[in-house]
């Protein structure tokens, strides 16, 4: 028997991550993805750094952040139905604000920092 090609190699592992991206977490982190690049799209200035690294972050804080989504939306007062169809959702969502939130976080990080060593001066 002979060894499979590298061609034979590359079609398994598409196929492979294709099967990966149909799945769950898939479906989850390509919403968010979708939600960094949406995000990017819509601002005023773009850079293409900007949206690789929005795209990129979109995928985790699906991930992270789609679970607390519902209860964000529902803190807020919004109906949000009870359906399993709406995790791709949640996470474009996270993916959407994920950037915002991360932003914001570091902005209240860099002020205590900054606040902090000026108060030692």
């Known amino acids: 028997m002979t060894d499979p090609s590298g061609i034979d190699k590359l079609v398994v592992m598409l196929a492979s991550v294709a099967t990966w991206l149909s ?3 898939g479906r989850v982190l390509l919403a968010g993805a979708s939600g960094g690049l949406v995000r990017w799209l819509v601002q005023e ?7 690789v690294i ?3 972050a979109g995928a985790p804080s699906a991930f992270y952040l789609g679970p607390a989504v519902p209860g964000l939306m529902e803190f807020a007062g919004m109906r949000v139905a009870d359906s399993p169809n709406m995790t791709q959702t949640f996470g474009f969502l996270a993916g959407l604000g994920g950037m915002s939130l991360a932003k914001a976080l570091i902005g209240l990080i860099e ?3 900054t ?3 000026e108060e030692q001066r």
């Open 54 to 56: 929005a795209v990129v």
């Open 23 to 25: 799945g769950e977490v």
């Open 45 to 51: 200035k773009r850079r293409l750094r900007d949206g």
């Open 111 to 113: 002020a205590r920092v």
């Open 115 to 117: 606040s902090g060593s």
